[in-house]
C-alpha cells in the first residue's frame, strides 16, 4: 500500500495473478496507490480467471476509480461463483450509484458467501445505490457474518430501507456490524433497519455505529 504502483504496475499483476486459475485465497492491498479505473479493469480481468476462490481480499482505498472502476471490479468478482468469503475495501473513491450498482450484481452471483465484508465510505452513495446493495446482499442466503461501512455517503430513510430489505433476507446471520455514521437517516430510517435486522433471528453478534444521523432517543429505541 501507499507506493507507486501506477497502472502499469496493476497491469502486470493482473496478468500474473490470471495465470494461478488453481488459487483458492487471494489477498490483496494496494491502498493509496494511483491505479485508476484503467489499472482496477486488469485486476478486475486476473480476479475473473480465478474461477476456484475460495477467499478474496480486495484492498483498495484511495486508488482514484469511478463507476467504471466499479464496473470491472463486478465482473471480475461474478466469475468467483465459488466464493465462502469476501472482503471489498473501496474507501474514499467516487463509485457513486452506478458503481454500486455494478458491485451488488457482482456479489449476487457470489450466492456460497457466508462472509461478506464491504467498506464503501465517502463514495457519493446515494438511495438507489443502496437498493443494489441491498439486493446483492440479499442474494447471498447463507450468510453468517456481515459487515456494511457505508459512512460519509448521502443516505437518508430510503436508503435504510432497501437496505434493511436486503439484510431481512439474510436468515442465517450470527454476526452483523452496520456502520451508516454521517448520513441522514433520522429516526423513521432507524425504525425500517431495525425491522430489517429483526427478521435475522440467529444474531448472536450485533453492532450499530449510527452517529451524527439525526436519530434522538426515539429513533434508538426502535432500532432496539
Known amino acids: 500500500m501507499d507506493n507507486s504502483i501506477g497502472v ?3 497491469k502486470f499483476l493482473g496478468e500474473g495473478i490470471s495465470k494461478c486459475p488453481t488459487l483458492t485465497s487471494l489477498n490483496l492491498n494496494l491502498c493509496s496507490n494511483y491505479i485508476g479505473d ?15 476462490l475460495d477467499s478474496l481480499h480486495l484492498n483498495l482505498g484511495s486508488i482514484r476509480i469511478d463507476e467504471n472502476g466499479a464496473k ?7 466469475k468467483c461463483t ?40 465517502r463514495n457519493n452513495i446515494l438511495n438507489n445505490g443502496l437498493k443494489h446493495v441491498g439486493e446483492g446482499i440479499g442474494k447471498c442466503v ?17 436508503g435504510a430501507m432497501f437496505l434493511g430489505e436486503g439484510i431481512s433476507k439474510c436468515v442465517t446471520l450470527t454476526s452483523l456490524d452496520l456502520c451508516l455514521w454521517r448520513n441522514t437517516i433520522f429516526n ?6 431495525g425491522e430489517g435486522i429483526g427478521k435475522c433471528p440467529h444474531l448472536t453478534s ?10 434522538d432517543d426515539s429513533g434508538r429505541r426502535m432500532i432496539a
Open 82 to 121: 465459488t466464493l465462502t468469503c469476501l472482503f471489498l475495501n473501496l474507501n474514499d473513491n467516487r463509485i457513486g450509484e452506478n458503481g454500486v450498482k455494478f458491485l451488488g450484481e457482482g456479489i449476487s452471483k457470489c450466492v456460497s458467501l457466508t462472509s461478506l465484508n464491504i467498506c464503501l465510505w
Open 206 to 215: 450485533l453492532n450499530l455505529y449510527l452517529w451524527d444521523n439525526g436519530i
Open 38 to 52: 484503467k489499472g482496477v479493469k486488469f485486476l478486475g480481468e486476473g480476479i475473473a480467471k480465478c474461477v476456484a
Open 142 to 158: 447463507h450468510l453468517t457474518s456481515l459487515n456494511l461501512d457505508l459512512s460519509k455517503n448521502s443516505i437518508d430513510e430510503n
Open 72 to 78: 470491472f471490479l463486478g465482473e471480475g468478482i461474478t
Open 188 to 193: 423513521n430510517g432507524a425504525k425500517l433497519l
Open 8 to 10: 502499469n504496475g496493476a
